[in-house]
Nanobody, 115 residues
Framework: QVQLVESGGGLVQPGGSLRLSCAASGFTFSSYVMSWYRQAPGKEREFVARISSTGGSINYADSVKGRFTISRDNAKNTVYLQMNSLKPDDTAVYYC????????WGQGTQVTVSS
């Protein structure tokens, strides 16, 4: 069956870095656009970053541009989110999403930025 499993979240101090991974299985990963979203407590889920199926097109939310980098390895069926210069406002559950015609979501990984 289809699975998206996020990992790499945790507690980090402001200014620190984390690398999230999302391992996919059960579908043709290389044909899907992959995205990261996040949801902070009491807020709606919001877009973070998107990468096309080949990696040739990438988009970021303004709030993370210049600090976060999305990438993918189609040989490993994995998408990554490198997060640098983290701020307390980045605290959220981070989700990966796969979209072609149907969309699939992972269960999320918690990122907490706090001193």
């Amino acid at each position: 069956q289809v699975q998206l499993v996020e990992s790499g979240g945790g507690l980090v101090q402001p200014g620190g870095s984390l690398r999230l991974s999302c391992a996919a299985s059960g579908f043709t990963f290389s044909s899907y656009v992959m995205s990261w979203y996040r949801q902070a407590p009491g807020k709606e889920r919001e877009f973070v970053a998107r990468i096309s199926s080949t990696g040739g097109s990438i988009n970021y939310a303004d709030s993370v541009k210049g600090r976060f980098t999305i990438s993918r390895d189609n040989a490993k069926n994995t998408v990554y989110l490198q997060m640098n210069s983290l701020k307390p406002d980045d605290t959220a559950v981070y989700y990966c999403k796969a979209v072609r015609i149907i969309e699939y979501w992972g269960q999320g990984t918690q990122v907490t930025v706090s001193s």
